[in-house]
């Protein structure tokens, strides 16, 4: 059964720094690309970034682009995000999800999620 | 990259067939046959219902089917249930190698 549990949320200071982790289990992790996605409180879901199976390659949504970075540790079956210069409007709960079987496609299983609150 | 379109609402009867439509453009939907449906219950994980337009993963029931015409995406429940009360979100591959979602459609049953 596949797993993905985030963790690493909080409440940061507008400007600040978290650093996201999902750990995975129940799938080869090193084969299938993983996702970010966000919801803000009371809104709808928003894509963030996402990673090739090898970590090569990097995607990310424009709202998010240079503050934001995304990478994986196959060895740990490990996804990652790194959040820096944080706003308010990046308060949501991520989600870390598992394509279907190649980007592009699908979000196929989900984690239950991290919050992130921005506030001073 | 903008929202892809949805209704806000969308309600029907039980055992009614309703239609949820989501509107893109010919960078993403018009282009890609990779459009997306997931189901979101309050407090709960988004869970993929369809994925490349018309394929259902393991284990979503046959009552729901995608299809597309162009650059708009819909998708079809059919028998509607009161455990189909949620909300219905679209997403689409797009030509920047990105995701784009739709605001949601909040399904109702009467």
């Known amino acids: 059964e596949v797993q993905l549990l985030e963790s690493g949320g909080g409440l940061v200071q507008p400007g600040g720094s978290l650093r996201l982790s999902c750990a995975a289990s129940?799938?080869?992790?090193?084969?299938?690309?993983m996702n970010w996605v966000r919801q803000a409180p009371g809104k709808g879901l928003e894509w963030v970034a996402a990673v090739s199976g090898t970590g090569g390659s990097t995607y990310y949504a424009d709202s998010v682009k240079g503050r934001f970075t995304i990478s994986r540790d196959n060895s740990m079956n490990a996804l990652y995000l790194q959040v820096k210069s944080l706003r308010v409007e990046d308060t949501a709960t991520y989600y870390c999800?598992?394509?279907?079987?190649?980007?592009?496609?699908?979000?196929?299983?989900w984690g239950h999620g991290t919050l992130v609150s921005v506030s001073s | 990259q903008s929202a892809l379109t949805q209704p806000a609402s969308v309600s029907g009867s039980p055992g009614q067939s309703i239609t949820i439509s989501c509107t893109g453009t010919s960078r993403d939907i018009g282009t890609y046959n990779y459009v997306s449906w997931y189901v979101q219950h309050p407090g709960k994980a988004p869970k993929l219902m369809i994925y490349d337009v018309g394929k259902r993963p393991s284990g979503v029931s046959s009552r729901f089917s995608g299809s597309k015409s162009g650059n708009t995406a819909s998708l079809t429940i059919s028998g509607l249930q009161a455990d189909d009360e949620a909300t219905y979100y679209c997403?689409?591959?797009?030509?920047?190698?990105?995701?784009?979602f739709g605001a949601g459609t909040e399904v109702t049953v009467l």
């Open positions: 999800g598992k394509v279907t079987y190649h980007y592009g496609s699908g979000i196929d299983s």
């Open positions: 997403s689409s591959y797009t030509r920047t190698s990105t995701y784009v």
């Open positions: 129940g799938f080869t992790f090193s084969n299938y690309a």
